[in-house]
Nanobody, 116 residues
Framework: QVQLVESGGGLVQAGGSLRLSCAAS????????MDWYRQAPGKQRELVGGITSGGRTNYADSVRGRFTISRDNAKNTVYFEMNSMKPGETAVYFC????WGVGDYWGQGTQVTVSS
């Protein structure tokens, strides 16, 4: 069983930056995909960005060019650098890991609030 602990959320002004971290209790090398999702009040959870074990990244169109996902295998941590943030991006951000034969794991979420 892998536990995921997110950190780095908080209050930021529009145009500002935050860096989220997702620390896993075990090695992340077993996971094929590591993603960040977000869920705003009254809305469905949406995929914002992801990175594969091979280092390939993908992003939602709305964040491409502003957000960057990365991983540090030695620290078993996935990061999400968010720049030029917008008020509409206020949400709870969740870390998600998935791997063949390993399973599917979610963090508890971290609140991000972008003020205008």
């Amino acid at each position: 069983q892998v536990q995921l602990v997110e950190s780095g959320g908080g209050l930021v002004q529009a145009g500002g930056s935050l860096r989220l971290s997702c620390a896993a209790s075990g090695s992340i090398l077993s996971f094929n995909v590591m993603d960040w999702y977000r869920q705003a009040p009254g809305k469905q959870r949406e995929l914002v960005g992801g990175i594969t074990s091979g280092g390939r990244t993908n992003y939602a169109d709305s964040v491409r060019g502003r957000f960057t996902i990365s991983r540090d295998n030695a620290k078993n941590t996935v990061y999400f650098e968010m720049n030029s943030m917008k008020p509409g991006e206020t949400a709870v951000y969740f870390c998600h890991l998935w791997g063949w034969g390993v399973g599917d794991y979610w963090g508890q979420g971290t609140q991000v609030t972008v003020s205008s």
